[in-house]
């Protein structure tokens, strides 16, 4: 590999993530629903992280239970999850699910 010599950065904000997974998930999924909203305009302190996915006919689609991992960093962990979960509401293909109770203990103890 090429990670010797790698310096890491870490950020100290907290951050949320939440597994955008396909119908059927996590028993027998449904592959080959396009993906839209993957050009969006996600912000600087969003990522949207790709695990069940590949290139069909030039479109990504589905190809796994979790597709997509939206992660996003915030001042707190409210704005870190209001982050993450405005990303989410860009994203779309036919079956999808998330959790939306991710980061609900942790708001409780801020």
Do not use: N
Request: include cysteine; aromatic fraction near 6%.
């Amino acid at each position: 590999g090429r990670l010797k010599g790698t310096q890491v950065q870490w950020d100290p904000r907290p951050a949320i993530g939440v597994v955008m997974a396909a119908h059927g998930y996590p028993g027998k999924v449904r592959s080959g629903d396009p993906i839209d909203g993957l050009d969006s305009d996600f912000g600087k302190d969003t990522k949207v992280f790709h695990a069940g996915t590949r290139e069909r006919d030039g479109k990504v689609v589905t190809a796994g239970g979790r597709v997509l991992t939206v992660c996003a960093l915030g001042k707190d962990i409210g704005a870190a999850r209001e982050r993450a979960y405005a990303a989410l509401a860009k994203l779309r293909f036919d079956g999808a699910f998330h959790r939306r109770d991710i980061g609900h203990r942790a708001l409780s103890r801020e």
